[in-house]
């Protein structure tokens, strides 16, 4: 069989990928148990309690986003909040302005690099391969008081001034493990027979780089990617030590709002966050699946 075209080579490497597992034994009967268990017992409850505890909060912070009065007590339904979310809200949408182009330069950059660096680590054997692996867990293990106090020591050492670069690159640093944990657990998964043979059908490094180990993991990548979005859109304490006059970004800016009283303004906010949030995740699955299916 020839294959001189790369899309070739790339549709028939892919397409080993595709196919499914079969179900073993014990996973079916694993299966046929869970379905035929009862529907009121233990887990049942504490998972329903453990989702209401969840998505309560929520719940009181959408309904309360349309009553007529600041106060939590209901006096009536109104969109006037709404109104001065979208007519009146000029810093807090300057400050959401920020934070998005801080969250997707940051996590684009991570992504990036921590993609490189994930399948480096798996593909190579160097020596420092092991050092690397057990320093990249340290940024998820320190408090991020500590983190942010180190940067903020950095940059006044090298005379940086605070700012968006300076936030930029702290969302970054600890976006970065994140990414390369999870490409990496990722590329755990990946048969590496495929890339013997994209090189016996002539592949370059390159070639199989590109058209075959990326397509194969970037559920994994576009997942890492998400995550440092919302790791960077909620972060506060890294961001408060190393923000300067004209970076305040989303958090910075509820917080000081937060601390002369709640707005219902914030809760308006966040149900527009929470739909946003929403239509992106659908719109990724679906995204996701079209991907499975051309393949």
């Known amino acids: 069989m020839s294959m001189n ?19 073993s034994e014990p996973a079916r009967h694993a299966r046929r148990a869970l379905q035929n268990r009862p529907r009121l017992s233990l887990s049942n409850t504490v998972m329903a309690l453990s989702v209401v505890f969840l998505f309560l909060p929520l719940v009181v912070i959408v309904v309360f986003s349309f009553n007529r009065a600041k106060g939590m007590v209901w006096t009536g339904f109104s969109t006037g909040w709404y109104e001065k979310l979208f007519l009146d809200s000029d810093k807090l949408w300057s400050s959401f302005s920020n934070s998005l182009i801080i969250a ?58 605070l700012g968006m670069m300076t936030i930029y690159i702290a969302h970054t640093s600890f976006c970065l493990p994140f990414v390369f944990l999870m490409v ?51 972060d506060f304490v890294i961001t408060f030590f190393v923000s300067g006059p004209g970076s305040t970004t989303l958090p910075l800016y509820v917080f000081s709002m ?11 906010l966040s149900l527009v966050l929470i739909l946003g949030t929403m239509i992106i995740a659908f719109a990724l699955r679906n995204f996701l699946k079209s991907i499975a299916a051309s393949k």
């Not at 075209?5 to 028939?12: A, G, I, K, S």
């Not at 293990?141 to 950095?154: A, D, K, Q, R, T």
Request: proline letters at 6%; hydrophobic letters at 50%.
């Open 5 to 23: 075209r790369p899309t070739d080579l790339y549709h028939h490497l892919v397409s080993r990928l595709a196919k499914k597992k079969p179900v």
């Open 104 to 161: 997707l330069a940051s996590a684009g950059t991570a992504t990036v690099l921590g993609t490189l660096a994930a399948i480096g680590v798996n593909w190579y054997r160097f020596k420092f391969r092991t050092y690397i692996q057990t320093i990249s867990f340290l940024p998820m293990i320190l408090p991020e008081v500590i983190l942010g106090i180190s940067m903020l020591i950095f940059f006044s050492a090298v005379n940086l001034p």
């Open 184 to 234: 990496l657990a990722r590329l755990d998964e990946f048969d590496f027979s495929i890339i013997e043979a994209s090189r016996d059908l002539g592949a370059t490094e390159r070639q199989t780089l590109f058209k075959v180990i990326i397509p194969a993991v970037l559920p994994g990548i576009l997942s890492a990617f998400l995550m440092s979005v919302t790791l960077s859109l909620e």
């Open 258 to 268: 937060v601390r002369y009283g709640i707005s219902p303004v914030i809760n308006a």
